[in-house]
C-alpha cells in the first residue's frame, strides 16, 4: 500500500518580500512589503483566530451535513407514518393501486432532483457571490422549503416543497467542502471535512431514530410527521446565522483582488503575524496560483498552445468549456477525478444500506419491529465509527483509506451473496452483522472522502465548476434509493438512479445483487491505484505544481504526487514548473 508522503509547509527561510515586489507589481497586485498594505491587513484582522475560528468553521459546516444525513433518512420513515399516510394517501402501496408504488417513489427521489440543479447552479453563482453568501443563500431556500413541507396538506405542494428544499439543499453542500478546505491548512484539511461526514452519519442516525418513534409514538396528530420535518429549519438557521460571523474564504478574496484581506485570514487560520515565513508562503502561493490561471505570458515564451488556451488576462469568472482544458493545468482530468470519486461512493452500494435498512433486514429473515430497532443501532454504530476515520485521514492518507477499504467492501459484498444463497438462520444472523462491518468500512474510507477529494482536487479557476458536479453526481446517484422499494441505490444524480433500481434488483434477482455491488467495488481497487493522486499534506496550491510537473515530464501525476522531491507552492522552482513569468521572483530566498 501506497505511503502518503509527509510534507511541510515551513520555509527554511524567510521570503525575501522586495525581490518579489518589482515582479508581483508588474501583475497589479498589492505591493505587501509597504506601510499601506500592512494598514490594510491590521484593519481586516479578526478578533476569532487560530484553534477557535478553525472550530467555529468546523462546526458550521459539519452542521449543514447533519442537515444532509437527517434529511436523506427521515423521508424514509415518514413515507410509512400513519398521519403521513393519512394527508397524502398516494404514498400508499397497496393491490388497489398500483401506481402509488411510483408516486411514493416519486415524493423521494425529487428531492435529489432539486439537490441536483441547486449543484449544478452554484457552477456559476459559486464564483460570483463568494463561498459564505453562497451558502447563505442556499440555507435561506432550504429554510423557505422546509418551511414548505412542515405546512404540506396536498401531494402537489409536498412534492414543490421538496423540489425547493433539494435546491436549497444543493446549493449548500455542493459549497460547504469547497468554503472549508480553502480555509482549512494543508495539515489539517482532511481530517476536517472528514467531521463533516461523521456528523452526516449523526444526521442519518437521527433520522433513525425517529423511525422509532413513528413506531411506538402516537399518532393522532399529524405533529407526527411535521415535527421533524420542522427540525430541518433549526439545522438551516444555524449554518445561515453562524456563517455571518465567519471570513470569507482567503482563495476566493485572493482570485478577486481583495489581497490584504486574504492576509489577514490566512494569519488569523495560522494565528500567527503576517510577517511569519509559514503565512508569507501560503499568500504567495494563493497569489501565483492567481497569476497562472488569470494571466497571460508574453508571446513568444515556450508555453504549448494548451497550456495558452487554459490561461489569458481573464479577471472575471471561469467559463464551463475551462473544464475540458488540459494544459499545465489539467482541468479536465482533475474536475474528472473528483467526479467519479462521487461516483465510487455510490456504487459501493452505501445507499441500499443506508436508506433501506429496515426492509434489508427484513429480507434477512428479521420482523418489522427488529429491523427498525437494528437500523437503529446500526445509524448510531455508523457515526461513532466514522469518527476514527478523522485522525487517520492526514496520517495515513487518502489513496491507501480508498483502496483497503473499497477491498474491504468487496469481501463483505461476496460474504453477504455467499450467506444469502443459504438462507437459513444462522446465515442470516450473520448477515446482520455484516452489514454493521460493512458500514465500520465504509466510514472509514469513503464517507468524507468524496466530500474532501473534489474539492481539494480540481484548481482555484474551475474549483466551483469542479465541486458542483461532483455535488450533482452524488445527487443524481442518491435520489435511486427511493426506487429500491420498487429497485437500486447511489449520488444525487447517480444516487437518484441507483436507488429507482435497488428496490426492483433485490425483488428480482434477491441475494445475487451483492454479486454485482462487490464487482463494482473490485473494479474500484485498480482505479484507484492507477488514477488518483495523493493528496495528504499538499497545500491546494501544491497539487496544481504536482499535476504541471506530471504534464511536463509527462508522466502519471499518481507517480508525482508520491514525490518528496516537488517544489512547494509559492518557491521560485515551483512558478518555474508553473509556467508563471517572474524574472524578479526567481530571486527569492526560501
Not at 146 to 164: D, E, K, M, N, W
Amino acid at each position: 500500500m501506497d505511503p502518503s508522503p509527509k510534507h511541510t509547509r515551513e520555509p527554511d527561510l524567510p521570503v525575501d518580500e522586495s525581490s518579489r515586489t518589482s515582479g508581483n507589481m508588474k501583475e497589479g497586485h498589492s505591493d505587501i512589503s509597504s506601510s499601506d498594505f500592512e494598514v490594510e491587513v491590521a484593519a481586516n484582522a479578526l478578533s476569532l483566530r487560530g484553534f477557535w475560528l478553525k472550530v467555529s468553521l468546523t462546526l458550521v459546516a459539519g452542521t449543514g451535513f447533519t442537515l444532509f444525513g437527517y434529511d436523506a433518512g427521515v423521508m424514509s420513515a415518514l413515507l410509512t407514518a400513519g398521519q403521513f399516510e393519512k394527508v397524502f394517501p398516494q404514498v400508499i402501496v397497496e393491490a388497489s393501486h398500483p401506481n402509488h408504488a411510483t408516486l411514493q417513489s416519486f415524493v423521494g427521489a425529487i428531492y435529489s432532483g432539486g439537490c441536483l440543479f441547486g449543484a449544478l447552479l452554484t457552477s456559476w453563482i459559486g464564483d460570483w457571490l463568494g463561498r459564505r453568501r453562497t451558502i447563505v443563500l442556499g440555507g435561506t431556500i432550504l429554510i423557505i422549503g422546509a418551511i414548505l413541507q412542515t405546512a404540506s396538506y396536498s401531494y402537489a405542494q409536498l412534492v414543490v416543497a421538496r423540489i425547493v428544499t433539494g435546491f436549497g439543499n444543493g446549493v449548500t453542500t455542493s459549497t460547504v467542502p469547497t468554503y472549508h478546505a480553502e480555509c482549512s491548512p494543508a495539515g489539517q484539511r482532511g481530517s476536517f471535512i472528514m467531521i463533516e461526514g461523521s456528523l452526516l452519519t449523526l444526521g442519518v442516525a437521527a433520522s433513525h431514530a425517529y423511525d422509532l418513534t413513528v413506531l411506538y409514538g402516537q399518532s393522532d396528530s399529524s405533529a407526527q410527521w411535521r415535527v421533524p420535518e420542522s427540525i430541518q429549519i433549526v439545522f438551516a438557521l444555524v449554518v445561515v446565522i453562524w456563517i455571518v460571523f465567519l471570513p470569507e474564504s482567503p482563495r476566493w478574496l485572493m482570485k478577486h483582488g481583495r489581497e490584504a484581506q486574504a492576509m489577514a485570514i490566512i494569519s488569523a487560520f495560522e494565528d500567527k503575524p503576517s510577517s511569519d515565513p509559514g503565512v508569507q508562503l501560503t499568500f504567495h502561493a494563493m497569489r501565483e496560483a492567481v497569476a497562472k490561471e488569470g494571466s497571460i505570458l508574453p508571446r513568444g515564451d515556450s508555453k504549448s498552445p494548451e497550456d495558452k488556451a487554459t490561461t489569458g488576462r481573464r479577471r472575471g469568472n471561469a467559463t464551463f468549456k475551462e473544464i475540458f482544458t488540459g494544459g499545465r493545468s489539467q482541468n479536465f482530468r482533475r474536475v474528472a477525478l473528483g467526479s467519479v470519486a462521487q461516483i465510487f461512493q455510490q456504487i459501493t452500494g452505501i445507499a441500499v444500506v443506508i436508506f433501506y435498512a429496515a426492509i434489508l433486514f427484513q429480507t434477512l429473515g428479521l420482523s418489522d419491529v427488529t429491523s427498525r430497532l437494528v437500523a437503529g443501532c446500526m445509524g448510531t454504530q455508523y457515526f461513532l465509527f466514522s469518527l476514527t476515520a478523522i485522525p487517520l485521514i492526514d496520517r495515513v492518507g487518502r489513496r491507501p483509506l480508498m483502496l483497503a477499504c473499497a477491498g474491504g467492501l468487496c469481501i463483505t459484498m461476496l460474504l453477504l451473496a455467499v450467506l444469502g444463497s443459504i438462507g437459513s438462520k444462522i446465515a442470516n444472523t450473520v448477515s446482520v452483522v455484516l452489514v454493521f462491518i460493512y458500514l465500520d468500512i465504509f466510514s472509514l474510507g469513503w464517507l468524507g472522502m468524496t466530500w474532501l477529494y473534489p474539492a481539494e482536487i480540481a484548481g482555484l479557476r474551475v474549483r466551483a465548476y469542479a465541486t458542483s458536479l461532483a455535488t450533482g453526481i452524488h445527487v443524481a446517484l442518491s435520489s435511486l434509493r427511493y426506487i429500491l422499494k420498487p429497485v437500486l441505490a447511489s449520488n444525487w444524480t447517480f444516487n437518484f438512479i441507483i436507488i429507482m433500481v435497488t428496490g426492483p434488483a433485490f425483488q428480482n434477482i434477491g441475494w445475487k445483487t451483492y454479486i454485482a455491488f462487490a464487482v463494482l467495488n473490485a473494479f474500484m481497487v485498480p482505479c484507484v491505484y492507477f488514477f488518483f493522486p495523493e493528496t495528504a499534506g499538499r497545500s491546494l496550491e501544491d497539487l496544481d505544481v504536482v499535476f504541471a510537473l506530471a504534464y511536463i515530464e509527462g508522466v502519471s501525476p499518481v507517480s508525482v504526487s508520491l514525490r518528496k522531491d516537488v517544489p512547494l507552492a509559492g518557491t521560485p522552482e515551483a512558478d518555474r514548473i508553473l509556467g508563471i513569468e517572474c524574472s524578479s521572483v526567481e530571486k527569492v530566498a526560501i
